[in-house]
């Protein structure tokens, strides 16, 4: 029962990750209707970016979210202007298609790209406090996911509060739900197209930094990390980041409670179960609109 | 002053508009008439900037808005309220109203706007916090002329304001127009409701096929012959 209690107690904190991994595709999903199956390799540059920040400056690990961040809101940008904005100009119906064909483009380049540069091993940052637990009722608690797990939630609070008080957060919003509608309103949708998904790969950048703080970035963990944020916007719907955060942490707990039930090779296995079985019985998702 | 001179609209190889020329002048109530497929839609549409045309022009106050993207007509002072409402659902009534003071120089006087609004539909004010798909179809229209409004326009341009409305409401609606009329601002509609919107309309045109086929003082074409048989039914023949 306590080895239970700890194996969901730990699926819990990497599932906060996974509702922040999402949240960034679920919002370039949500507004765009362009499904970026880069993002996963977007969160693996953050990890990277963060490891050379860290590095380079000797910054505390968490404080180079600071940089990492901004970085990668600029490089949403480069990449909305270079290729996703391009997208955007087709209709609706065939937007999804395009968006496979470059966002798999995209990842099998910048897959190759991270090989090239950093080899295939494996980096995590190290932290002085690493190694710190927390016991309460004999489960030991490790401060620094319980930290990501924190911040995780905090980062989706102040989008949910972007999206929900800020002027052109708003104006995302109106365009997720009807870009027509949106222009008539005086809303010039194809700059809410670009904040969505800048915002989107800043949050990647967010979800890196902490997978490279928490776990472990090599150059071929985006695939696991799109699939695992695609698992939760299926879960969770679009148009609720609170949502998709619980969603995350859903996930992260079955993962756990399937791993000590069935052996740890069918951890994975779950998530694709509840993929399949919420897209027969809820196809609008758990907490969508 | 909004000048539509030869317009013509195409959906791939299907001609929607054929050359259509009509003129809104300023505070004037200009209705749009015809049938289902005439191409209603498609000029308000095309004024409002969501499709392009192939041909001809559209002028207001003097400026070509051949080149002129979507947002910035709302700018410009031309509000479209669309067929079939589409309003954000999922957001409150308030949050709806705001959307609609988006353009620069409807945010500066938005405050006011908000009043205006409040005061034309008083039941927008008490639901303010309300989620709009939780609205009935009559309030909903309410918020989507309410949101149109918002962008402080000088034309007011709507789709088939009274479609899904319970009747009793298609005549606040009405009355809510002239209303928004006598502040001076203009008033372009296209209405199945042809009794009504003649009857207090300044002008119409009637479109059918995509071109005008006639057009005149709104009581002149409650008298014509084609009008009446077209639109009024046998009974009005009679009488």
Known sequence: ??????????????????????????????????????????????????????????LDPFASLLLVVPLSLLLGVALYAGLFGFVVRASEETRVKNSLLIGFGLALSLHALAVRLWTADERSIITPYGGAVLRVGGLSIPVLRLTIL?????????????????????AIRATAEDWEAALLSGIDVRRAYLLAFALGTALAGAAGTLVAIGYSVSPSIGLEWTLKALIVVVLAGLGSMIGTFVGGLVLGAAEALSGFTFGGPYREVVGLAIFVVVLVARPRGFFGR | MLEVQDLEVSYGDVRALGGVTLTVGAGEIVALLGPNGAGKSTLLKSIAGLLR????????????????????????????VPEGRRLFGSMTVGENLELGAFAPHARRVHAESLERVYALFPALRERRGQLVRALSGGQQQMVAVGRALMSAPRLLMLDEPSLGIAPRLVASIFDSLVEINRAGVGVFLVEQNVRASLSFAHRAYVLEGGRVVGSGPAAALLEDPHVRRAYLGPLAVRA
């Open chain 1, 1 to 58: 029962m306590r080895i239970l209690a700890q194996q969901l107690v730990l699926g819990l904190m990497l599932g906060g990750l996974y509702g922040l991994a999402a949240a960034g595709l679920s919002l370039v999903f949500g507004v765009l209707k362009v499904l970026n199956v880069a993002h996963g390799e977007l969160i693996m540059l953050g990890g990277y970016a963060a490891f050379f920040v860290v590095g380079l400056f000797g």
């Open chain 1, 150 to 170: 924190a911040l995780a939630f905090a980062l989706i609070a102040a989008l949910h509060l972007l999206l929900t008080r800020w002027r052109w957060g708003r």
């Open chain 2, 53 to 80: 045309p192939r041909g001809g022009s559209i002028r207001w106050e003097g400026e070509d808005l051949g080149a002129v993207g979507a947002h910035e007509i709302v700018e410009r002072g031309l509000a479209l």
